[in-house]
Nanobody, 120 residues
Framework: QVQLQESGPGLVKPSQTLSLTCSVSGGSITTNVYYWSWIRQPPGKGLECIGHIAYSGSTYYSPSLKSRTSISRDTSKNQFTLQLSSVTPEDTAVYYC????????????WGQGAQVTVSS
């Protein structure tokens, strides 16, 4: 059973960089066909894709966030990390990490989510 767990600060000041780590168990982040995603849900709004890192290490970023986003990984720890720079209160959201399957064409395993608030 694949499990994902987000971790990181719950409060970030405006203009700083938000950093979250997703720890994966029950499967390797380098296994072929899978990609590892970050998604967020602002209060009162729908889910928004931030980007992902594939099993190969290649990355994809949402065009609306691309200039501020970096997704990296530590294969020795089986973790992947989101960094979102120059945050504003509009970046306040529940942030989720999830596994995507190119075979299934969907996100099949999700973390429980981490609330991040941007406020001074």
């Amino acid at each position: 059973q694949v499990q994902l767990q987000e971790s990181g600060p719950g409060l970030v000041k405006p203009s700083q960089t938000l950093s979250l780590t997703c720890s994966v168990s029950g499967g390797s982040i380098t296994t072929n066909v899978y990609y590892w995603s970050w998604i967020r849900q602002p209060p009162g709004k729908g889910l928004e894709c931030i980007g992902h890192i594939a099993y190969s290490g290649s990355t994809y970023y949402s065009p609306s966030l691309k200039s501020r986003t970096s997704i990296s990984r530590d294969t020795s720890k089986n973790q992947f990390t989101l960094q979102l720079s120059s945050v504003t209160p509009e970046d306040t959201a529940v942030y989720y990490c999830a596994r995507g399957s190119s075979e299934a064409g969907r996100l099949d395993y999700w973390g429980q989510g981490a609330q991040v608030t941007v406020s001074s």
